[in-house]
Nanobody, 126 residues
Framework: QVQLVESGGGSVQAGGSLRLSCAAS????????MGWFRQVKGKEREGVAA???????KYADSVSGRFTISKDHVKGTLFLQMNSLKPEDTGMYYC?????????????????????WGQGTQVTVS
């Protein structure tokens, strides 16, 4: 059983930066893809960024060039560096991981039904 715990969310003014972290614990898997997804109340969860087991990355068009996903492969911690934040980046940010369906997670496309999800961390940009 993999457990994911996000941290680093908060409130920031437009143009500011935040760094999200996702601490992963449990059995390691060399085939895991991990990603960040966000959701605004009343709207569908959307993919933000993903990283596969060998370090390939993928970004939503809306965040490309502003956000950077990375992973500490030793500790299994996932990061999302968010720069030049905009009000439309506001939402609950979730970390996800999957091995069996890693391609689906990596695509960032809906519907996302990754096996493991964190509880989320709120990001508010004003």
């Amino acid at each position: 059983q993999v457990q994911l715990v996000e941290s680093g969310g908060g409130s920031v003014q437009a143009g500011g930066s935040l760094r999200l972290s996702c601490a992963a614990s449990g059995p390691p898997s060399s085939n895991y893809a991990m990603g960040w997804f966000r959701q605004v109340k009343g709207k569908e969860r959307e993919g933000v960024a993903a990283i596969d087991s060998i370090g390939n990355t993928k970004y939503a068009d809306s965040v490309s060039g502003r956000f950077t996903i990375s992973k500490d492969h030793v500790k299994g911690t996932l990061f999302l560096q968010m720069n030049s934040l905009k009000p439309e980046d506001t939402g609950m940010y979730y970390c996800a991981a999957d091995a069996e369906n890693w391609r689906m997670l990596f695509s960032l496309l809906p519907p996302q039904d990754a096996r493991y999800w964190g509880q989320g961390t709120q990001v508010t940009v004003s």
